[in-house]
């Protein structure tokens, strides 16, 4: 069977930005993953994670492009096939690539169909919107919140007098 997919970019414009495709249901999330990369223009490099998600788009299990866990009990892409993990039961995925830029992409099963003899896949369908130059602004829990200063402990380390550090402690 062939999945396929509508990747809509989160960004905060009023342009929507997705791209349409298919994919072997057998596949790995690594070749989903390659095809998302490429239909939005980008070179596949950075660190990339899919997010199994429920209808209210929470993100649940992370299943990873390469394993950073230090007991490497991480999900791969590549040991993982598309049907796994999205199903008729289970349409959506969340997809963030590079890390540091936060690209975030929603992944919806929009149809299962016949393979068509003669066809290609993966298969880019159809393309809208261009992808902004950068990605768009995350705002993160912590940063929401006016009360929440990590380094705000009230000391002023310019202050040596007061430090009360003991400079012939070696």
Known sequence: MIYRFRVILDNDTEDDIFRDLEIRETDS??????????????????????????????????????????DASARLMNETAICDVVHEAQTKLI????????????VELA????IVEGHDYPNLMFVQGQVPDTAPDRVFEAESTDEFNEFDDGIDVDDYDNLDFDENWN
Do not use: P, R
């Open 111 to 114: 149809e299962i169909v016949d």
């Open 29 to 70: 999330l690594e070749d989903l993953h390659n095809i998302i990369t490429q239909s939005f223009g980008f070179d596949g490099t950075e660190m990339a994670s899919f997010y199994v998600s429920n209808d209210s788009w929470e993100q649940g299990e992370e299943i990873s492009l390469f394993d950073l866990s230090d």
């Open 95 to 106: 997809y963030v690539y590079d890390f540091l830029s936060m690209w975030t992409f929603y």
